[in-house]
């Protein structure tokens, strides 16, 4: 289902606003939105190889046709709780940077259409996630969406998953 958010016209003469495609995808309560050019596949969620030692909210990794691919799980990763993986959980397989990088998500939501004019500055207070890591708040219909900057989270050095010098 695609859905497009309403920006407005603007003034005479302006010229629309630019408008990206987010992929939206809920954890626990809370819908998000990333941007669908850093997707490469959506697939189920399969069992992971277990890594020594990797921080908690990092699963493990799956082989992916000869690419190891580690695996975040958001939920444990932003401390929105405990979940039990079912038919609807399904890993987002990211391409960001020269990684590719797999994150678990209660569902996929849709594909949506989202200007640039109609995502907000988040407030001060979104520290939970931590806000360098959101580009924003949308509303959609009665929706309103996190958008994640994700790859300024995947990169980020708190997550380890990448050398110092790739970014």
Do not use: W
Request: glycine residues 8%.
């Amino acid at each position: 289902m695609l859905q497009t958010a309403d920006s407005g016209f603007g003034q005479p003469g302006e010229l629309p606003a630019h408008s990206d495609q987010y992929l939206s995808f809920t954890l626990g309560h809370e819908e998000y939105a990333i941007d669908i050019l850093k997707v490469q596949e959506i697939r189920g969620y399969d069992a992971v190889t277990r890594i020594a030692g990797a921080p908690e909210f990092i699963k493990g990794v799956i082989n992916l046709r000869g690419i190891i691919v580690p695996i975040v799980d958001l939920r444990i990763k932003f401390g929105i709780g405990s979940f039990d993986y079912t038919a609807f959980t399904v890993v987002i397989i990211l391409k960001v940077g020269a990684r590719v990088i797999g994150i678990v998500v209660d569902s996929v939501c849709d594909v949506i259409d989202l200007s640039m004019s109609a995502i907000k500055p988040a407030p001060e207070f979104a520290a939970m996630v931590g806000s360098e890591f959101i580009a924003g708040l949308a509303s959609l219909q009665e929706r309103m969406l996190i958008v994640l900057d994700i790859e300024r989270m995947l990169l980020s050095t708190d997550l380890g998953l990448v050398d110092q010098d790739l970014h």
